[in-house]
C-alpha cells in the first residue's frame, strides 16, 4: 500500500500487540448489499482472492495468533471469523479453526470466538454446531423490519429479511447463551426509535451502532454539511435508551462514550484515543489492515505481509498500524486543540481520510460527534436515571459486512 499523504510514520516504539484477530475463512457473501463499502466500495482486491481460506491458511493463522499470544503473554484474544458471510465455509469449518487455534495458543490464553453473519444461513443443526464449540454469534441487521432491511438483498434481488428474521430469532430464542448481539449501521432516513424498538424485538443482549463508512472525498449519504443528522439520531437513539424504566439491551457506543466521559477507560475504534488492537487475515493468508480502509481507496488497508512468511509482530511496525497506536500524534491540528479530544479520539480513522492528504484530517461526522458527545455529556451532567454499566465487549470487528 502506497503511503498517503498526511499518514504520519510513528516509530515502533511501545507498540501494543493484536487483541482481536479477523480471519476471512471466506471471502464472498451469498448477499448483494447494494450499499456495500467492501464489494461495492473503491477497493477490489476481493477479486482476486480464493473465495475461501485454505486448510493451509487456517493452519498458519492458528500457528501465528498463539505465537503472537506466547510472544506478548496474553491473557484472552478475540477470534474474529469473518467474511463475506463466514457461514459459507460451514460451520463445522468455524469450529476446527475455532478449536485449532484454542489447541495452540498457550494454555493461559482465553480464546473468545465470535462469527459476524447475516443470518440468513443460520439454521439449528448450524447453531448448535456453533454453541458446543462456545462460539458466539453477531448479526448484522439494518433494524428489525422488513422494510428497513430493503437494500439487503441476494444476487438475484430477493429480499434476504425473511431468512434473517427467521435466523435472528432462532438463536434469540434457543440458543440465547450464543448470542452476541446485533450490529447496524445508522440510516438516517429511518425512524430512530423505530429502528431501536424493533431491534429490540430480537431480543439481542448487546446493539452495536455504526455510522456508514464515507470520508472527505466519497462523503457519506445525507451528509452535506448543513446539520447533524447523524448525531441527532443517535442522540434519540441515547435519549430513548437513557430513560427506559430498565436498561433493555446495552449499546457499546452509548456506554464506551458515557466511560470516556467520566475518565474511564474504553476501548473502540469509533471514540477515544485508546490503541487500536485489530488485525485481518485475509483467505489467502495476507495479514491486513481492517477493511474500512477499503472504503478509502484501493489496497488502503495491504500490509504487504501474510501469515507463511511473516508474524504478527512485523504488521505492528508497518506505519497505518503504527499511526492508529500513537493516539493524539496521529490527530490533526484541529483535533488536538479540540475540548473533546479524549473523548471523540478524531473519530473512526476511515472517516478522517481526505485525497491527497491522507488520514491527518478531522472526522467527516465531525459536527455529528460533537452533537452527540455534547448531548451526553449534558445528559451526565444533569444527573440522569441511572449510572452506566461497564464498557461493553465488542459485538464484532468495525470491519463486517453490514
Known amino acids: 500500500m502506497p503511503e498517503e499523504p498526511g499518514s504520519p510514520s510513528v516509530a515502533g516504539e511501545g507498540r501494543h500487540p493484536f487483541r482481536q484477530f479477523i480471519v476471512k475463512v471466506n471471502g464472498r457473501c451469498n448477499l448483494a448489499c447494494r450499499y456495500c463499502y467492501l464489494y461495492e466500495g473503491p477497493d477490489h482486491t476481493w477479486r482476486d482472492r480464493p473465495?475461501?481460506?485454505?486448510?493451509?491458511?487456517?493452519?498458519?493463522?492458528?500457528?501465528?495468533?498463539?505465537?503472537?499470544?506466547r510472544v506478548h503473554d496474553l491473557a484472552a484474544v478475540s477470534l474474529v471469523l469473518h467474511g463475506g458471510e463466514p457461514l459459507l465455509a460451514g460451520a463445522e469449518a468455524l469450529a476446527r479453526f475455532t478449536d485449532l487455534v484454542r489447541d495452540r495458543v498457550p494454555a493461559a490464553c482465553a480464546v473468545h470466538p465470535v462469527v459476524q453473519t447475516n443470518a440468513t444461513l443460520l439454521t439449528e443443526r448450524r447453531v448448535a454446531t456453533l454453541s458446543q464449540h462456545g462460539i458466539r454469534i453477531g448479526i448484522s441487521l439494518d433494524g428489525g423490519l422488513a422494510a428497513h432491511n430493503a437494500r439487503r438483498v441476494d444476487h438475484s434481488g430477493r429480499p434476504s429479511w425473511p431468512a434473517a428474521a427467521r435466523g435472528a430469532r432462532l438463536v434469540a430464542d434457543r440458543f440465547?447463551?450464543?448470542?452476541?448481539?446485533?450490529?447496524?449501521?445508522?440510516?438516517?432516513?429511518?425512524?430512530?426509535?423505530?429502528?431501536?424498538?424493533?431491534?429490540?424485538?430480537?431480543?439481542?443482549?448487546?446493539?452495536?451502532?455504526?455510522?456508514?463508512?464515507?470520508?472527505?472525498?466519497?462523503?457519506?449519504?445525507?451528509?452535506?454539511?448543513?446539520?447533524?443528522?447523524?448525531?441527532?439520531?443517535?442522540?434519540?437513539?441515547?435519549?430513548r435508551w437513557w430513560d427506559a424504566a430498565r436498561r433493555e439491551t446495552r449499546v457499546r457506543l452509548f456506554e464506551e462514550c458515557l466511560a470516556l466521559l467520566m475518565g474511564l477507560p474504553a476501548a473502540t475504534e469509533s471514540l477515544g484515543l485508546s490503541p487500536f488492537d485489530a488485525v485481518v487475515v485475509e483467505t489467502d493468508g495476507s495479514i491486513e489492515q481492517v477493511d474500512s480502509l477499503k472504503s478509502a481507496y484501493e489496497g488502503a488497508a495491504e500490509t504487504g505481509l501474510d501469515v507463511f512468511r511473516h508474524g504478527f509482530d512485523d504488521a505492528l511496525g508497518?506505519?497505518?498500524?503504527?499511526?492508529?497506536?500513537?493516539?493524539?500524534?496521529?490527530?490533526?491540528?484541529?483535533?488536538?486543540?479540540?475540548?473533546?479530544?479524549?473523548?471523540?479520539?478524531?473519530?473512526?480513522?476511515?472517516?478522517?481520510?481526505?485525497?491527497?492528504?491522507?488520514?491527518?484530517?478531522?472526522?467527516?461526522?465531525?459536527?455529528?460527534?460533537?452533537?452527540?458527545?455534547?448531548?451526553?455529556?449534558?445528559?451526565?451532567?444533569?444527573?440522569?436515571?441511572?449510572?452506566?454499566?461497564?464498557?461493553?465487549?465488542?459485538?464484532?470487528?468495525?470491519?463486517?459486512?453490514?
Do not use: M
Not at 58 to 68: F, K, P, S, V, Y
Open 51 to 69: 473465495a475461501a481460506a485454505s486448510a493451509e491458511v487456517l493452519d498458519r493463522t492458528a500457528h501465528r495468533i498463539a505465537e503472537h499470544a
Open 176 to 239: 440465547p447463551e450464543s448470542y452476541a448481539g446485533i450490529l447496524t449501521v445508522v440510516d438516517p432516513v429511518l425512524d430512530p426509535l423505530e429502528t431501536y424498538e424493533s431491534l429490540l424485538a430480537l431480543r439481542p443482549p448487546a446493539l452495536d451502532l455504526l455510522l456508514p463508512h464515507g470520508n472527505w472525498s466519497a462523503p457519506p449519504p445525507h451528509l452535506d454539511g448543513a446539520g447533524t443528522l447523524y448525531g441527532d439520531w443517535l442522540c434519540a437513539v441515547f435519549d
Open 318 to 402: 508497518h506505519p497505518g498500524v503504527a499511526a492508529r497506536q500513537s493516539g493524539a500524534a496521529a490527530l490533526a491540528a484541529q483535533c488536538r486543540a479540540c475540548p473533546l479530544l479524549t473523548v471523540c479520539g478524531g473519530g473512526h480513522y476511515a472517516h478522517r481520510y481526505r485525497a491527497g492528504n491522507g488520514f491527518a484530517n478531522p472526522s467527516v461526522y465531525c459536527a455529528d460527534l460533537q452533537r452527540f458527545i455534547r448531548h451526553l455529556a449534558k445528559r451526565l451532567a444533569d444527573g440522569a436515571a441511572r449510572a452506566p454499566r461497564a464498557s461493553v465487549p465488542a459485538v464484532s470487528c468495525e470491519g463486517s459486512t453490514p
